[in-house]
T-cell receptor
Framework: SQQGEEDPQALSIQEGENATMNCSYKTSINNLQWYRQNSGRGLVHLILIRSNEREKHSGRLRVTLDTSKKSSSLLITASRAADTASYFCATDAYGNEKLTFGTGTRLTIIP | DAGVIQSPRHEVTEMGQEVTLRCKPISGHNSLFWYRQTMMRGLELLIYFNNNVPIDDSGMPEDRFSAKMPNASFSTLKIQPSEPRDSAVYFC????????????FGEGSWLTVV
């Protein structure tokens, strides 16, 4: 079953604009991660945020986590054509390394 | 590091045939995961191993699916007999405590059952 639901399902923006994707989940978590999947490839880890953190940055990525709302957002600033991919959130619970993935957001950057 | 290696990358088989997918995790990783991805159901965890022992196989669809991990460097996912609804991309991923709960995916095995 899906733990996370990403919103929107698909997003198209112009190159240079910022892209924001959201993830909602259902049960208490230990960590939340974001992964990227290019077409026809495996998923690649982008960033991890712990349940006691509220915001984290990595390069052009900014992740926020609101455990009271059971939601997270991924912001990609100054988007590039190479950012075109599907983005997934994944959660795990305390004492359990099992990762459950959301439904994904398909991001298209228009050059 | 070679990353997670999966084989075959693509397979087309007839309904009723046995399918065996293979995975070599990253050296030193002690957790191994098998996921299935389809348009309809997204990314589903089928089974995961820790130190070669199956920990959670609740995602395995039915008895036609089986997975083994005979040693730390090799795992198989077998479907017997295969059915058209098994058509999907099957991903293997591995992880280790030193990487936190981050896991590393292979490029997937694209299975088509006709």
């Amino acid at each position: 079953s899906q733990q996370g639901e990403e919103d929107p399902q698909a997003l198209s923006i112009q190159e240079g604009e910022n892209a924001t994707m959201n993830c909602s989940y259902k049960t208490s978590i230990n960590n939340l991660q974001w992964y990227r999947q290019n077409s026809g490839r495996g998923l690649v880890h982008l960033i991890l945020i712990r349940s006691n953190e509220r915001e984290k940055h990595s390069g052009r990525l900014r992740v926020t986590l609101d455990t009271s709302k059971k939601s997270s957002s991924l912001l990609i600033t100054a988007s590039r054509a190479a950012d075109t991919a599907s983005y997934f959130c994944a959660t795990d619970a305390y004492g359990n390394e099992k990762l459950t993935f959301g439904t994904g957001t398909r991001l298209t950057i228009i050059p | 590091d070679a990353g997670v290696i999966q084989s075959p990358r693509h397979e087309v088989t007839e309904m009723g045939q046995e399918v065996t997918l293979r995975c070599k995790p990253i050296s030193g990783h002690n957790s191994l995961f098998w996921y299935r991805q389809t348009m309809m159901r997204g990314l589903e965890l089928l089974i995961y191993f820790n130190n070669n022992v199956p920990i959670d196989d609740s995602g395995m669809p039915e008895d036609r699916f089986s997975a083994k991990m005979p040693n730390a460097s090799f795992s198989t996912l077998k479907i017997q007999p295969s059915e058209p609804r098994d058509s999907a991309v099957y991903f293997c991923a591995s992880g280790a405590p030193v990487s936190g709960n981050t896991i590393y995916f292979g490029e997937g095995s694209w299975l088509t059952v006709v």
